[in-house]
């Protein structure tokens, strides 16, 4: 894994935030036009959301290194790091829909991009194993962020993602190994403990998705 390289990355993307401004400039734009069911705690909605955005994409290196800590600790590094890969790979070389697009506003669609393929892939270790890989509760921040990018926008990431979890797993990778001896590693309970410090992620930076809630 290269996350050194995402850090310096997004210590780019900051020091260009910080001299420019655009992400607070967009998200205010932004924030009369959220959906009502995106509820902010505070009344700096504006500082609450720029926050988010920003442990949003901060938490992209942190993850990839704790994955792979886990799965190497686990036995499981085969499997997983091409999935990680392909995470940081959004990152260095994102795709060419992204063109055009800089600093923090960038690296929100490239943190998209990169926790919705997490997602998905935990939703494929949920249909074969009976739990995620990665406990990491990112589900509402994710759909929090796809509001944020826009739906059109959003929906081609998606896309990019669906596109490249066909490619690198499907039914066949799950069964090039023991499944049992895999499932037992991955119920480890040194597994499950490593997760523990994963709260979830916008409740913890004070924003929530209200999904009773009227358009």
Request: with cysteine; aromatic share 6%.
């Amino acid at each position: 894994m290269n996350t050194a390289a995402l850090r310096e990355q997004i210590s780019r993307a900051h020091h260009h935030e910080a001299s420019t401004g655009l992400l607070a400039l967009q998200l205010e734009k932004q924030l009369p036009h959220l959906h009502s069911a995106i509820s902010l705690a505070e009344r700096d909605r504006n500082g609450v959301m720029t926050r988010f955005v920003t442990a949003y994409i901060d938490l992209v290196p942190d993850l990839l290194d704790a994955a792979n800590d886990v799965a190497r600790a686990a036995g499981i590094e085969s499997q997983i790091k091409p999935v990680l890969k392909i995470a940081e790979h959004f990152f260095l070389q994102p795709p060419s829909i992204m063109a055009g697009h800089e600093g923090l506003e960038s690296l929100l669609d490239e943190a998209y991009l990169a926790h919705r393929l997490v997602e998905e892939v935990n939703d494929l270790y949920i249909k074969h194993f009976g739990q995620p890989l990665i406990p990491a509760d990112t589900t509402v921040a994710n759909l929090i962020a796809h509001q944020l990018i826009g739906e059109a926008f959003a929906n081609q990431l998606d896309e990019a993602v669906h596109l490249a979890v066909d490619e690198m797993l499907n039914e066949e990778s799950f069964a090039l190994e023991s499944v049992e001896r895999y499932r037992e590693k991955l119920r480890s309970p040194n597994t499950e403990a490593a997760w523990k410090r994963w709260p979830c992620l916008s409740r913890q930076l004070g924003v929530e998705l209200a999904l009773d809630q009227p358009a």
